[in-house]
């Protein structure tokens, strides 16, 4: 490492820098639990859509990305870049009915949707379960990778690295609200960009790397730099790219990529001035998510494979660190040690702005389920507005602890990942149809949640001990999401719908459309059939930013020609979605 005076200073200057910012925007977010949670309902699309990107942006992600390229090439990253599908039907067909709901959370709109006790008890059940079991797993894999880069580019140890980064987001997100998190995300998300695309630059010229057209010839990273997984093996291509086009966008919850929208996609959805202006700041995350970011993480990658080729190779450049913890995702924080002083500080503060957006997204998002959906809901409904404030933040106090203790003792950053996705297989298609299908109860998603757990555990935990056939990941979540659908699927029809007064007040002030609800409830439509032309935006959206994800992608590897076709299909398949868009009524 050569980390040195200055770099101290860029990282110490950052501290500084983001504290000042989040205390001059947390003025004013403390009057009301609507201020502190939903930034009074009054910002722009491009400030919130930059602040969801850089919240999805955390420090795992560039660790996430280097592993799938070391391990499975470039096209192992189709098990995130799925999730595009399922972003863009958000942005097109849901971004403007959770607007209009009005609701405080997205775990309140469990009792605008369905009613009685079995709703209560969802609302109930679900704030806890997302607002501190979830929460707190997402936060304990973004708190490992802050430790892992903290170990390898500070020298510090891994609780110094969370109670330093970890303490700053405590008061800047406790005192400010989301207002504060949010203005703190925009300039967090800046450095960020700067500090990998910087990184990127200068590692890609390191003698022992040789530059660009020398890296890719070399035959260690020739061999991971497809797109698509070779279609003539079945054991390549069915779980890297089959899998999460066919089934895993639609199936699973996932943060940042909850089918219908969810968690802090809503939050912000929520924030927005109006329905425009929440559609445009999901349509700005999307878009910028995985068009904008990910090459320079990949290159990063490619570029590790000449340096470390091996578990190895990075065990033996870092001795000093648990046996536990080289994996192949230590990959890119390794690759980062190489910066010169200067460089180095500026990209370590840019992965810890990284690391300060998340978890203050993911503090704010819990506190806000724990204090609206269950303090204020069920136990003090007569609570004060200074009451409900200093609930939050005792409840924000205790998710980074309890994440930051989970980072402490998790090994790798897919592990997480795989038990999150395995964890909501196959409820992700009851969240899509619940908008727009009258059959759907809360009894329903009582029955998928409790199907879900039991898939779950069993795969997990149960399945490998007692069959002599033993299933991949894959294998286990396509089973999972087939058993899980199939449940309650099957249970919208033998269960009673809900009352036909709380389908019709949900239809009336949130007017999803669609062939799902009676006519009555429905109304006076629209001429023609702004349903179908909604989804043929989204069809469009995501075929032109896959066009841009890989038209940059053939230019850096430098062939021109098809970077300039794929541009193309990009630019043509841009302009045929905004003009679906425009007949799906959708700009009015």
Known sequence: MNIGFWDWVIIAGYFVFTL????????????????????????????????????????????????????????????????????????????????????????????????????????????????????????????LAAVKLGSILLGWPGWLTLLTAGGITLIYSGLGGLKAVIWTDFVQFVLAMVGSISACIYLMNLDSVGGMQTLLNNPLVSSKMDFFPDFNEPGSWIPLLFVPLAVQWWSS????????????????????????????????????HYALRPWPWILVAFASLVVFPDLGSLQRAFPNLPTHQIQHDMAYPAMLSLLPSGLLGLVAASLLAAYMSTMSTQLNLGASYLVNDVWVRFIKPNSSEKQQLSVGRWVTFLSLVLGSMLGLVLQDASQAFDLLLLLGSGTGGLFLLRWFWWRISAKTELIAMAASLVVAIYFTFIHD????????????????????????????????????????????????????????????????????????????????????????????????????????????????CFRMAKRGKLWQ
């Open 253 to 288: 919850y996932y943060p940042g990529a909850e089918p219908g929208g969810g968690g802090y996609i809503v939050q912000r959805m929520l924030s927005a001035k109006n329905e425009k202006h929440a559609l445009g700041a999901t349509l700005l995350f999307n878009v910028a």
């Open 20 to 143: 000042v910012v989040g205390l001059w925007a947390s003025r004013g977010a403390g009057k009301s639990a609507q201020s502190y949670f939903l930034a009074g309902g009054n910002m722009p699309w491009w400030l919130l859509g930059v602040s969801m990107v850089a919240t999805t942006f955390s420090t795992d992600t560039p660790n996430l990305v280097a592993g799938l390229v070391r391990e499975k090439g470039v096209a192992g990253n189709w098990v995130w870049w799925s999730f595009l599908l399922t972003g863009m039907l958000t942005v097109f067909l849901y971004a403007r009915l959770w607007k209009r709901s009005e609701v405080m959370t997205d775990i309140s709109f469990y009792e605008l949707r369905y009613g009685g006790a079995a709703a209560a008890f969802l609302r109930a059940f679900r704030a806890v379960y997302l607002g501190l079991v979830f929460n707190v797993l997402v936060m304990g894999a973004v708190s």
């Open 465 to 576: 001990s007692i069959c002599p056939w033993l299933l991949e990941s894959h294998q286990k979540l396509i089973f999972g999401t087939l058993i899980t659908t199939l449940i309650w699927l099957g249970s919208c029809f033998v269960l009673a719908p809900e009352d036909e007064m709380v389908l019709n007040n949900f239809v009336q002030k949130v007017k999803p459309g669609g062939p799902g609800w009676k006519t009555e409830w429905m109304g006076a439509e629209p001429q023609g059939n702004p349903f179908l032309f909604q989804f043929l935006a989204a069809l469009f959206a995501i075929l032109s930013v896959y066009g841009m994800l890989l038209s940059t992608g053939t230019m850096l590897y430098g062939h021109r020609l098809e970077a300039i076709l794929l541009a193309a299909f990009a630019i043509v398949s841009g302009g045929l």
